[in-house]
């Protein structure tokens, strides 16, 4: 595996993911709009409740905002590259640049690998972002309020180490094996876009009042490092020369 | 340089390319022509590593087509032109080759190079940094061409590289693949277009899942029809036609207005004993010209015959 070759595909589909505007803006809405707005305005519901609420009782509402703002930023990470991915292969698709392209002394596992990493790299640093501005937000309101910084706990290193990367991997993995079933970008969106039901539901859990602990979210990683090295399998049988050329349709 | 022995892909119950056994020398431009369906792109996505094979031998350059590490040495020596040009449309034209340049493992310099000279002998240079979305079909058609070509390949396949550009593109486009004949490299072109095929290839293939026939387009014409001499004359009298029909080797004789007909093996050595025939018979012989078999009349009954098998 020549990891240069990988990096120059890399380069490439992120030369094109620049120019498109809809994929480039929506990279940039989604951690604005989960990321940054969601927790800002929980932060802002919270402290008209500060003085309202017992201290014990506040700081439970508190842990749960972080619960709640951490599994968004989790959410982020499998939302974008169904964005991303869907471009990176539906899209050459589209532009019938397969074939040359697998036409190149260059193997599977690389153009796989350069591929994914277009949809994976973006996603996790604009994830990353939000996460830092996520905790900024958070830290200066809980230090003026509460007197100490409500991130980064071991919980919140475990979602944003450990489950970003592991859900985005499991995101661009399920998006290969959709590219190759459908021929349009909204199509592999809208399907690649299923398999963020479960961290909704995760999500929703939260929100609705539970506490993830770092038990349940350690399980929940090991539960997608499985999923992660299932799909991979899957994805690497769907992305051979001869299935793309012949039976991607 | 192109090798080839019963070659056969199968897909499903359907035999797309069955028994093909052909020899490419190299330096020399290869044509294969078929109907669409005939299997001339499974064929050379075969040989250019981009699919299996159900059966037979294949190699290019040497190199076989059934090893994962010959196949990276094939795809190195050959460039490749698809049905679809495949650009990226929001890349520049020199982004898009600078690309490919790279995974063609072309040194920096000398892809700087390449791209700068084959977009001046494109006509395309001064517009290198737009994107080839703005580009006109025949445009991106040259841009593909030269993408397969970034790497001076030794061998190039080139699949129907004319077809949907206007009769101007597509006459640069020819030019241009005449200019890389001179150049002495194997061309491989896949055409449903006769015309292209017979002022292009020093020999070509007809392909109907089976080959069908193989030889240089001059030969294809005369192995199916007799060649035919036409002597025009003011009139044809009983003395003419009975002192043409007493030469041997003519195998049949016609007569149309004040035309004769004649189907000759070897026109080059009967006309002059024709002409003499006919003056001694008190002809009055105004012109002398050739009836040929088109390729298309070779290619349409050989097609044909290929179906009714």
Known sequence: ?249 | MIDTENLTRKFGNLTAVDNVSLHVEEGEVFGFLGPNGAGKTTTVRMLCCLIGKTSGQASVGGFSVDNEDDCLKIRKIVGFLPENVGLYDSLSAYRNLDFYGKLYEVPDGKRNESIERLLKLLGIWDRREDAVGMFSKGTKQKIAIARALIHEPKVLFLDEPTANLDPEAAKTVRDFILDLKKEKRTIFLNTHNLDEAERLCDRIAILKGKLVAVDSPKNLERSLYNRKTIVHLDSVSDQVLAAVKSIGSIKNVRTSDNKLVLDIDDPERDNPEVVKAIVQAGGNIQYVTELRSTLEEVYLKLIREAKVQ
């Open chain 1, 1 to 249: 595996m020549r990891l240069w070759k990988s990096w120059l595909v890399t380069q490439k589909d992120l030369s094109v993911i620049r120019r498109n505007k809809y994929v480039f803006y929506s990279l940039i809405a989604m951690p604005i709009i989960l990321g940054v707005i969601l927790p800002a305005t929980f932060v802002f519901a919270l402290n008209a409740e500060v003085s309202a609420l017992p201290h014990n009782q506040f700081v439970v509402a508190a842990n749960q905002l972080v619960s709640t703002s951490t599994m968004y930023l989790v959410l982020i990470a499998a939302i974008l590259p169904s964005i991303l991915a869907s471009y990176s292969f539906v899209g050459e698709k589209v532009e019938k640049s397969l074939e040359p392209l697998l036409a190149t002394p260059t193997t599977d596992g690389e153009l796989l690998l350069g591929k994914s990493l277009a949809a994976f790299v973006p996603c996790l640093a604009v994830t990353y972002i939000a996460a830092a501005i996520s905790a900024t937000i958070l830290d200066v309101w809980s230090i003026t309020r509460v007197g100490y910084f409500l991130v980064p706990d071991l919980f919140w290193f475990l979602a944003i180490l450990v489950l970003t990367p592991l859900t985005c991997l499991m995101s661009v993995e399920a998006n290969v094996i959709v590219s190759s079933k459908v021929n349009d970008i909204r199509a592999a969106q809208q399907l690649g876009g299923l398999v963020v039901l479960p961290i909704i539901a995760l999500v929703l859990v939260v929100v609705l009042g539970a506490q993830l602990s770092v038990l349940l979210a350690t399980l929940t990683s090991i539960i997608l490092v499985i999923v992660d090295i299932a799909l991979f399998y899957l994805s690497r049988e769907t992305f051979q020369r001869e299935e793309i050329l012949t039976k991607w349709k």
